[in-house]
């Protein structure tokens, strides 16, 4: 089964970057799509970009044109280029396989997440 592993958060002043990590222990290669999501204490998770097997990406509009996710599956990562950062986007980061049913196959189980890291924003 799949473990997936967050790196790259920290706090970082508003305008700055980051690139976080998500390493996976095996082949992410048959997972069609796979997403970045970020949590908020005591809100919802939002899942904020997509990307395919393929290249295809999608982002909230809060996130467009300021994040960029990729995936290298001959690496099993992939990656939240984050810039131009703001206060707002505090939160914990995760990535997951984006279908339930890819999580139950790959992961073990479809409310699999993983620790996540952590992304401060300060104004």
């Known amino acids: 089964q799949v473990q997936l592993v967050e790196s790259g958060g920290g706090l970082v002043q508003s305008g700055g970057s980051l690139r976080l990590s998500c390493e996976a222990s095996l082949s992410i290669s048959s997972i069609p799509e796979m997403g970045w999501y970020r949590q908020v204490a005591g809100k919802q998770r939002e899942l904020i970009a997509t990307?395919?097997?393929?290249?295809?990406?999608t982002y909230v509009d809060s996130v467009k044109g300021r994040f960029t996710i990729s995936r290298d599956n001959a690496k099993n990562t992939v990656y939240l280029q984050m810039n131009n950062l703001r206060p707002e986007d505090t939160a914990v980061y995760y990535c997951?396989?984006?279908?339930?049913?890819?999580?139950?196959?790959?992961?073990?189980?479809?409310?699999?997440w993983g620790r996540g890291t952590q992304v401060t924003v300060s104004s």
């Open positions: 990307v395919t097997v393929s290249h295809r990406t």
């Open positions: 997951n396989a984006v279908s339930l049913s890819d999580r139950s196959r790959r992961m073990g189980a479809s409310d699999y």
